[in-house]
């Protein structure tokens, strides 16, 4: 086996206990330099310790500059894993710390690393958390037409209802203009309920107080939407890394890549 091929096995595949303990250590790696990053934006412990963590955020943004360039010499369509989410996310979680050489404070970015734990399902073989996971974003994709009428809807109602209130209870209580009676109108809708703005007139809270009640029923239709898709989708797929593309989440019985087309 060439040395390609076996840093091939331990960097992509969590098979063997080598390429285990890569992953443990490289998952390890991950949540300490994210812990780094989130003490130093407490003052404090940033003016005792500020030394040391720099020192730790380069190492750490050295380890997984060279991790992401180990990726890329060992599978064999670079390519498709830089464009891969993934590779996408490799890369964001170094550029950061180079950037901070040329514009300060971009370094707390650098907790965009969080996203490398989602490896774990892959590493833990929790093969059925990445199958819902693949079920959810299927079902998102083959909704997003309805979501895109609903909340088509729903923009119409708050654009036509934050312009009553505008009309209706006017600057003395807060509706200074219309872009500002929207935000009120979404704030309803939504039942988030800042109070910085409230009708004070009878009319108007009467239809604050409809508002509220439709705004029930509109978090509940993207919820049916979405789950009835999801209920279409319900496939198990294996934790088998692609040797070319690096991707993962294909069917138990593929024998091919769904993303590259490369034999598995």
């Not at 003052?43 to 310790?49: L, N």
């Not at 729903?154 to 807060?174: D, K, L, Q, T, W």
């Not at 939407?225 to 993962?248: H, L, R, Y």
């Amino acid at each position: 086996m060439t040395l390609r091929k076996k840093l091939y096995e331990i960097i992509f595949e969590a098979e063997t206990k080598a390429g285990k303990l890569f992953d443990v250590v490289l998952l390890i790696s991950i949540c300490i330099s994210i812990l780094v990053v989130i003490l130093q934006s407490v003052e404090s412990i940033h003016v005792r310790f500020g030394s040391i963590f720099y020192a730790m955020e380069w190492f750490f943004t050295i380890l997984f500059t060279i991790e992401y360039g180990l990726r890329i010499y060992t599978i064999e369509k670079p390519i498709r894993y830089i464009r891969s989410f993934y590779g996408i996310v490799d890369l964001l979680a170094i550029l950061p710390t180079y950037l901070e050489l040329f514009l300060a404070g971009t370094h707390f970015l650098l907790v965009v690393r969080a996203l490398r734990l989602l490896r774990v399902f892959r590493i833990l073989k929790l093969t059925h958390y990445v199958n819902h996971g693949s079920i959810i974003v299927k079902a998102l994709k083959a909704s997003r037409f309805k979501i895109v009428v609903f909340l088509f809807a729903v923009v119409n109602i708050v654009i036509i209802v934050g312009s009553a209130m505008y009309v209706i209870e006017g600057g003395e209580n807060g509706f200074t203009s219309i872009p500002r009676s929207i935000y009120w109108a979404i704030v309803t809708l939504t039942t988030v309920g800042y109070g910085d703005i409230s009708p004070s007139t009878p009319l108007g809270q009467f239809i604050a107080s409809m508002l509220m009640i439709i705004g029930y029923g509109v978090i509940a239709v993207p919820t049916g939407i979405v789950t009835s898709e999801m209920t279409k989708f319900n496939k198990p797929v294996s934790a088998e890394a692609c040797p070319a593309c690096g991707q993962d989440g294909h069917d138990v019985d593929a024998k091919f890549c769904k993303y590259c087309g490369y034999k598995l």
